[in-house]
């Protein structure tokens, strides 16, 4: 990628921060308003022109103001801070309540793990600097402060209540005659395929980020998978996996305590790692074998 293409909102960003007395370097507002601009632009170098001056510093000026509101906040949210997971859940809570949802506390949950999903594969603060140097890139729903946070994490609580009622309501429609749900079954050569790539996808973890390499392993070792595989699995990386018959870890709050984070955090970093992973098809299949898709209403009951 041409690193140049953002350097004309270098002064904008700077005449930003240095308005708003900025405590975060310019660098770190430019990533996000590059990021910004990517996202709008729907390119990965797109004509800052045709964005409009005035638009992107206003933006500019909407980034360094919620950074100065939010971005302690967002960096301990990705550090797991317990205090601030806690405040973020009963703000979703009460603004579900306030809509009237009749699932509130469940709907918060699965809010909190979104917006810390989201975060996790983003770019905090602290490495906005280093990300900008090698070129500004992320995903496309990654949250680049140019809304307050809380407005934000209220939106993603908001369309995920929605979401599950539109799924409810299609359930509820009658199917027509000869229709069918699901997906079609495995047949022997899929499944054969995705036994011959377990130790693909054990390579494959070793390469995920350090955090996200640590769940998806302790994910592995939980007591409640098979004991053929765990005994595969230390056969294919004692390292990784160095004792089989070690059954300590029963539940996410056990891997939760292991690792020195939360079950949340757990949950979502399994989330971001499976969705890294499961771009093979077959890396896909042994997954859902080996870590069936848990819920955060099962987390709450011992997860």
């Known amino acids: 990628?041409?690193?140049?293409?953002?350097e004309p909102l270098r002064p904008l960003c700077k005449d930003a921060c240095v308005a708003a007395g900025s405590a975060y370097p310019v660098e770190v507002a430019l990533f996000y308003v590059a990021?910004?601009?990517?996202?709008?632009?729907g390119e990965p170098t797109p004509d800052i022109r045709a964005l409009g001056e005035r638009e992107?510093?206003?933006i500019a000026e909407r980034v360094v103001r919620n950074l100065a509101e939010d971005g302690e906040r967002v960096t301990r949210l990705v550090e797991g801070d317990a205090e601030t997971l806690t405040e973020l859940r009963r703000v979703l809570l009460t603004s579900l309540r306030a809509?009237?949802?009749?699932?509130?506390?469940?709907?918060?949950?699965?809010?909190?793990?979104?917006?810390?999903?989201?975060?996790l594969i983003g770019t905090p603060p602290a490495g906005a600097a280093a990300a900008l140097r090698k070129g500004p890139v992320g995903p496309g729903n990654e949250f680049v402060f140019t809304s307050p946070f809380l407005n934000w994490a209220r939106t993603v609580a908001k369309n995920l209540a929605m979401d599950e009622h539109r799924r409810e309501a299609r359930a509820r429609t009658p199917r027509l005659p000869g229709s069918k749900r699901g997906t079609p079954p495995i047949d022997g050569a899929r499944l054969r395929a995705a036994r011959d790539a377990l130790p693909s996808l054990v390579e494959?973890?070793?390469?995920?980020?350090?955090?996200?390499?640590?769940?998806?392993?302790?994910?592995?070792?939980?007591?409640?998978?098979?004991?053929?595989?765990?005994?595969?699995l230390h056969q294919i990386a004692p390292d990784l996996f160095p004792d089989p018959a070690d059954r300590s870890l029963a539940s996410d709050r056990d891997i939760a305590e292991h690792l020195g984070t939360t079950p949340r955090l757990v949950t979502a970093n399994r989330s971001v790692a499976r969705?890294?992973?499961s771009r093979d098809p077959r890396w896909a299949l042994l997954l859902?074998?080996?870590?069936?898709?848990?819920?955060?209403r099962q987390g709450r009951r011992g997860e």
Do not use: N, Y
Request: include cysteine; aromatic fraction near 6%.
């Open 1 to 6: 990628m041409d690193a140049a293409w953002f």
């Open 35 to 41: 990021r910004w601009c990517q996202k709008t632009g």
């Open 56 to 58: 992107v510093r206003e």
């Open 99 to 119: 809509r009237g949802e009749p699932a509130a506390a469940d709907r918060a949950d699965e809010a909190l793990q979104k917006v810390a999903e989201v975060l």
């Open 204 to 232: 494959a973890i070793r390469d995920l980020p350090p955090v996200q390499q640590k769940v998806m392993v302790a994910s592995l070792c939980r007591a409640d998978l098979d004991e053929v595989v765990r005994e595969r």
């Open 275 to 277: 969705r890294r992973l």
């Open 288 to 296: 859902d074998f080996l870590l069936p898709h848990r819920s955060t």
